[in-house]
Structure formats: C-alpha cells, structure tokens
C-alpha cells in the first residue's frame, strides 16, 4: 500500500525557512518521480516543484530560486526547503508521487502558513 506522509509545516513569518519532509511507504522510492503541490484556500491545486528518479529538479516560477527540492533515497524520503517565505506561500502542500505529479497518489499535506 502506498503511503506518503508529510511533516514540516507551521506558522512562520514572511523571510523564514522550513524544510518540508515527506517519508514514503509501499513503492520503491527510487524509481519514481516525485514532487510537491500546494494548495491555498479557495485557490486550485498549484504544481510547486518534481524531482525525477535521476535527480533532476525543475520548479514553479513563484518558487523558483527560493524552494529546494531534494530526495534521500536510502530513507525513501522527499524533502522541500522552503526559504524567504512570502505569505502568498500560504497553503496546504502535499507530497505526490510520479510520473505524472499532478495525478499521483498524495499524502495527507502540511500547513503551511506564512504571516505577521
């Protein structure tokens, strides 16, 4: 049974950093594409970064030069480091797994919450 769970969210001030993880179950993690989506309220889900199963990386312009996307496949584990939030980072980000991001399984999300 796939599982995907994300940790690592919270409430922070705009500038801040947190580093996102997501620990995985039931696949083998590295031979799959993975990444993250996020959604605001009311807004649609948001495609924010993917990581392929060879290492490369490609991101959301909004999140470009910001957000770090990583893996460590010995710990089947997904990581997003989020740095200089803004409050438009608010939303909810999920853990999706590949090849297609956007219609893979999906964890249960982190809050995460960017404000004064």
């Known amino acids: 049974q796939v599982q995907l769970v994300e940790s690592g969210g919270g409430f922070v001030q705009p500038g801040a950093s947190l580093k996102l993880s997501c620990v995985t179950s039931g696949f083998p993690f590295k031979d799959f594409t993975m990444g993250w989506l996020r959604q605001a309220p009311g807004k649609h889900l948001e495609w924010v970064s993917t990581?392929?199963?060879?290492?490369?990386?490609t991101y959301a312009d909004a999140v470009r030069g910001r957000f770090i996307i990583s893996r460590d496949n010995d710990k089947s584990t997904l990581y997003l480091q989020m740095n200089n939030l803004k409050p438009e980072d608010t939303a909810m980000y999920y853990c999706?797994?590949?090849?297609?991001?956007?219609?893979?399984?999906r964890g249960q999300g982190t809050q995460v919450t960017v404000s004064t």
């Open positions: 990581n392929t199963k060879i290492g490369g990386s």
């Open positions: 999706a797994q590949g090849p297609v991001i956007t219609v893979g399984a």
